[in-house]
């Protein structure tokens, strides 16, 4: 059974940083593509970044230039980098999974990141 780990969310002030990192039960090399979504309150659900099993990378507009994720295949971690962190980035942070195709299948619990202004 898959199981995804997501740690690492905390509160911090604007112009921060905070990693989060995402652990799987199984080798990362299963999947095709791992990625970070963020859910604000009152918001519908976002891709933050996504990684693929090549190393290709892809990130939401809003983040671009503050936040880079990375992967382990040795660990079977999906890490997100974030810097200067803005108080529109406060959400749940989860990571995700998928094999081949385009649904995110496995999900982790979500951690909270909370920007203050």
């Known amino acids: 059974q898959v199981q995804l780990v997501g740690s690492g969310g905390g509160l911090v002030q604007t112009g921060g940083s905070l990693s989060l990192s995402c652990a799987a039960s199984?080798?990362?090399?299963?999947?095709?593509?791992m990625a970070w979504y963020r859910q604000a309150p009152g918001k519908q659900r976002e891709l933050v970044a996504l990684?693929?099993?090549?190393?290709?990378?892809n990130y939401a507009d809003s983040v671009k230039g503050r936040f880079t994720i990375s992967r382990d295949n040795a660990k079977n971690t999906v890490d997100l980098q974030m810097n200067s962190l803005k108080p529109e980035d406060t959400a749940v942070y989860s990571c995700?999974?998928?094999?081949?195709?385009?649904?995110?299948?496995?999900w982790g619990q979500g951690t909270q990141v909370t920007v203050s202004s």
């Open positions: 995700t999974a998928r094999g081949t195709g385009s649904i995110w299948r496995y």
């Open positions: 199984v080798s990362i090399l299963s999947f095709d593509a």
């Open positions: 990684i693929t099993s090549y190393g290709d990378t």
